[in-house]
């Protein structure tokens, strides 16, 4: 085990003791032995059957069988989620197949960020995690369900499944993929087109064809953002059968494991034998994998938020430094767009998830001895699917990467380490990803230039206002409790720009860029964020900023006191929400938590059945007590 493994693990442990001890109290009063069915009233129980055929009706009256929940996140419009509109017959019949039964518990809200890009409906992007995870526990709260299907794909669907979960987590609980879509137009040329559309040299159609030639299909965007780095983790956490995250839509193979994944969930239940509750599954261990994971790959720096949030639910205390920690010695083994050319299919075919889990596995950069869906034992994981009469097996994956240019092992990186650190200074703390940002790029000392709205930037953009200027464009009110934290990733196109035109550019803001975004310097998730009083709003056009990704610094050449400075601008207010919905999130606005804890609306205590406890180790943040008063 590597040293610094171990290390944020203890520590990990030692922070996490009473919040985790209180949630697993919680998970163990609700575990039934028999099925769950079996302690409702009559007239409860009748309510939960009525609408069954005959001979569901006479399996649910029955005390034998286990129930499983399906919950989906079903739409056609999504293409990552279009594919489980067949989902739910399969699954029934595999579960009855394996000796349970299975109905649908309810279905979850899945926007889409892709269509939301650059609109107001990007600000109910972060709260949706927080909606289906209430949603989530709203469909598996009627006492009927001995285990779980959760079918989910895209950037909050997924860890808002698996907060809901949690907070069931007396429930054995397997995660079912649909898998991507087919490799079309490469993700680099998309961007290329993207760029010559921002400098005026391409127009709208062509830019439309390059975009329907990406998007062009049934199954998740190809490119290594927050929906694929979400694939990747289940894997890592052991909630997905081994092997199953990136096996395309419509194929033999991709049938036969939602088939697999029933009968999975059917022997993972008390009547299965193997009971596996996900709530006890879920813990320090496979936490730190869960990080780890995300590093070696170079997925998505949404998941500083997500995985926070999702730890928290399971009353393990992840912070910020817990990760740069890590990142400081787990390895980039990947090269998947926007970290290079290749998508998740050419990673897929190059051994993928399971020799990635390998490779680190042998080098003591992931914990083994954890519980998965399969079992125990993450070497579980290390295993492929393989379609044989009909029926999915599973055989020792490839010992070696099949293509060096996507996948490498851990004595041979494409980097020392994984790309994403945490920034601290007098403007706050702030996380950056650094795979996909040439070394030449990751220090930026220039001039601000303050926006309070990626319009505005836009428009700054558009009328030549930032050429030929080295700038840090920062973008304030874009944090949770200002408008929702948005992904401000259509400003990448102009950003990319500039850079290519020779500018030293980068961006700071308290908001988010999206899993696709990359080569240019971001600060993001500047916490505490302006609208909460950080000195982030009270940076000046011409203020000297200094983004220093080498030494983890973020901060104002010769200001250390925002004290005396009063706020550049402010959050949207009044009836500015009063479009797209906006304005039926304002009790999300008012209670949602800081970004380096998740930014989630529920009270870490409240997720955890216990009392929160500080964390000592996090980085000192003189402006964070002083502007938050």
Request: aromatic share 4%; net charge negative; charged share 20%.
């Given at each position: 085990?590597?040293?610094?493994?171990?290390?944020?693990?203890?520590?990990?442990?030692?922070?996490?003791?009473?919040?985790?001890?209180?949630?697993?109290?919680?998970?163990?009063?609700?575990?039934?032995?028999?099925?769950?069915?079996?302690?409702?009233?009559?007239?409860?129980?009748?309510?939960?059957?009525?609408?069954?055929?005959?001979?569901?009706?006479?399996?649910?009256?029955?005390?034998t069988k286990p129930n499983l929940a399906i919950v989906t996140s079903?739409?056609?419009?999504?293409?990552?989620?279009?594919?489980?509109?067949?989902?739910?017959?399969?699954?029934?019949?595999?579960?009855?197949?394996?000796?349970?039964?299975?109905?649908?518990?309810?279905?979850?809200?899945?926007?889409?960020?892709?269509?939301?890009?650059?609109?107001?409906?990007?600000?109910?992007?972060?709260?949706?995690?927080?909606?289906?995870?209430?949603?989530?526990?709203?469909?598996?709260?009627?006492?009927?369900?001995?285990?779980?299907?959760?079918?989910?794909?895209?950037?909050?669907?997924?860890?808002?499944?698996?907060?809901?979960?949690?907070?069931?987590?007396?429930?054995?609980?397997?995660?079912?993929?649909?898998?991507?879509?087919?490799?079309?137009?490469?993700?680099?040329?998309?961007?290329?087109?993207?760029?010559?559309?921002?400098?005026?040299?391409?127009?709208?159609?062509?830019?439309?064809?390059?975009?329907?030639?990406?998007?062009?299909?049934?199954?998740?965007?190809?490119?290594?953002?927050?929906?694929?780095?979400?694939?990747?983790?289940?894997?890592?956490?052991?909630?997905?059968?081994?092997?199953?995250?990136?096996?395309?839509?419509?194929?033999?193979?991709?049938?036969?494991?939602?088939?697999?994944?029933?009968?999975?969930?059917?022997?993972?239940?008390?009547?299965?034998?193997?009971?596996?509750?996900?709530?006890?599954?879920?813990?320090?261990?496979?936490?730190?994998?869960?990080?780890?994971?995300?590093?070696?790959?170079?997925?998505?720096?949404?998941?500083?938020?997500?995985?926070?949030?999702?730890?928290?639910?399971?009353?393990?205390?992840?912070?910020?430094?817990?990760?740069?920690?890590?990142?400081?010695?787990?390895?980039?083994?990947?090269?998947?767009?926007?970290?290079?050319?290749?998508?998740?299919?050419?990673?897929?075919?190059?051994?993928?998830?399971?020799?990635?889990?390998?490779?680190?596995?042998?080098?003591?950069?992931?914990?083994?001895?954890?519980?998965?869906?399969?079992?125990?034992?993450?070497?579980?994981?290390?295993?492929?699917?393989?379609?044989?009469?009909?029926?999915?097996?599973?055989?020792?994956?490839?010992?070696?990467?099949?293509?060096?240019?996507?996948?490498?092992?851990?004595?041979?990186?494409?980097?020392?380490?994984?790309?994403?650190?945490?920034?601290?200074?007098?403007?706050?703390?702030?996380?950056?990803?650094?795979?996909?940002?040439?070394?030449?790029?990751?220090?930026?000392?220039?001039?601000?230039?303050?926006?309070?709205?990626?319009?505005?930037?836009?428009?700054?953009?558009?009328?030549?206002?930032?050429?030929?200027?080295?700038?840090?464009?920062?973008?304030?009110?874009?944090?949770?409790?200002?408008?929702?934290?948005?992904?401000?990733?259509?400003?990448?196109?102009?950003?990319g720009v500039l850079q290519d035109r020779g500018q030293h550019v980068?961006?700071?803001?308290?908001?988010?860029?999206?899993?696709?975004?990359?080569?240019?310097?971001?600060?993001?998730?500047?916490?505490?964020?302006?609208?909460?009083?950080?000195?982030?709003?009270?940076?000046?056009?011409?203020?000297?900023?200094?983004?220093?990704?080498?030494?983890?610094?973020?901060?104002?050449?010769?200001?250390?006191?925002?004290?005396?400075?009063?706020?550049?601008?402010?959050?949207?207010?009044?009836?500015?929400?009063?479009?797209?919905?906006?304005?039926?999130?304002?009790?999300?606005?008012?209670?949602?938590?800081?970004?380096?804890?998740?930014?989630?609306?529920?009270?870490?205590?409240?997720?955890?059945?216990?009392?929160?406890?500080?964390?000592?180790?996090?980085?000192?943040?003189?402006?964070?007590?002083?502007?938050?008063?």
């Open positions: 085990m590597h040293p610094v493994l171990a290390e944020v693990t203890a520590r990990l442990v030692e922070r996490s003791a009473k919040p985790r001890a209180a949630y697993l109290r919680r998970v163990r009063a609700s575990d039934e032995k028999g099925p769950a069915r079996g302690k409702l009233g009559c007239a409860n129980l009748a309510h939960g059957f009525a609408s069954a055929d005959v001979a569901d009706k006479k399996v649910l009256r029955g005390g079903y739409n056609d419009m999504l293409s990552a989620h279009q594919p489980y509109v067949d989902y739910p017959p399969v699954l029934k019949k595999a579960a009855i197949r394996a000796g349970g039964i299975a109905q649908v518990a309810g279905g979850v809200p899945a926007m889409c960020d892709g269509v939301t890009q650059g609109r107001a409906g990007m600000q109910l992007s972060l709260y949706s995690r927080d909606v289906i995870a209430m949603s989530a526990a709203i469909a598996l709260s009627h006492d009927m369900f001995d285990g779980a299907l959760m079918l989910g794909v895209c950037d909050k669907i997924v860890p808002g499944l698996l907060i809901g979960a949690l907070s069931f987590g007396h429930l054995p609980t397997v995660f079912v993929p649909a898998g991507p879509m087919e490799s079309g137009l490469p993700n680099k040329e998309k961007a290329r087109v993207r760029q010559l559309h921002a400098e005026g040299k391409v127009g709208r159609d062509e830019l439309l064809e390059a975009e329907a030639a990406s998007y062009h299909s049934r199954g998740t965007c190809t490119f290594y953002g927050t929906a694929n780095s979400n694939q990747l983790l289940m894997e890592m956490l052991g909630l997905h059968l081994p092997g199953s995250s990136f096996v395309n839509p419509g194929t033999a193979l991709r049938s036969a494991l939602t088939e697999a994944a029933a009968a999975q969930a059917v022997a993972i239940t008390h009547a299965g034998g193997s009971p596996t509750p996900i709530g006890e599954l879920v813990d320090e261990k496979a936490i730190v994998n869960a990080c780890v994971g995300l590093l070696a790959s170079g997925g998505s720096t949404n998941h500083t938020l997500h995985l926070v949030a999702i730890a928290r639910a399971a009353g393990v205390q992840l912070t910020w430094q817990d990760l740069s920690d890590l990142s400081a010695v787990v390895p980039l083994l990947c090269r998947i767009y926007p970290n290079g050319s290749a998508d998740v299919n050419h990673f897929h075919a190059a051994g993928g998830i399971g020799y990635l889990i390998r490779t680190l596995l042998d080098n003591g950069l992931l914990h083994e001895d954890v519980q998965t869906i399969m079992g125990p034992g993450l070497r579980r994981y290390t295993k492929e699917p393989v379609l044989r009469d009909g029926a999915v097996e599973w055989v020792d994956g490839t010992p070696t990467s099949l293509d060096l240019d996507v996948l490498r092992p851990v004595e041979e990186p494409f980097a020392p380490d994984g790309g994403m650190r945490v920034l601290t200074g007098p403007l706050g703390t702030a996380v950056i990803k650094t795979s996909a940002v040439k070394q030449e790029h990751r220090v930026v000392r220039a001039p601000a230039i303050v926006f309070d709205d990626q319009a505005d930037f836009l428009t700054a953009f558009g009328e030549g206002e930032l050429d030929g200027k080295d700038l840090v464009a920062v973008i304030c009110y874009q944090g949770p409790s200002a408008n929702g934290m948005p992904e401000l990733h259509k400003l990448t196109p102009a950003l980068a961006i700071v803001t308290d908001g988010r860029m999206s899993g696709a975004s990359g080569k240019v310097p971001a600060a993001i998730h500047v916490t505490p964020e302006a609208a909460m009083g950080g000195p982030l709003a009270r940076v000046r056009d011409g203020d000297i900023v200094v983004v220093d990704a080498e030494r983890g610094v973020l901060e104002l050449e010769g200001v250390t006191d925002f004290a005396h400075r009063a706020p550049t601008g402010r959050a949207p207010e009044g009836e500015e929400w009063a479009d797209t919905g906006r304005i039926l999130f304002a009790a999300f606005r008012a209670t949602v938590g800081p970004a380096d804890q998740g930014a989630s609306i529920f009270p870490a205590d409240a997720l955890a059945g216990g009392p929160a406890v500080p964390v000592p180790d996090q980085p000192t943040q003189e402006a964070s007590v002083v502007q938050h008063v």
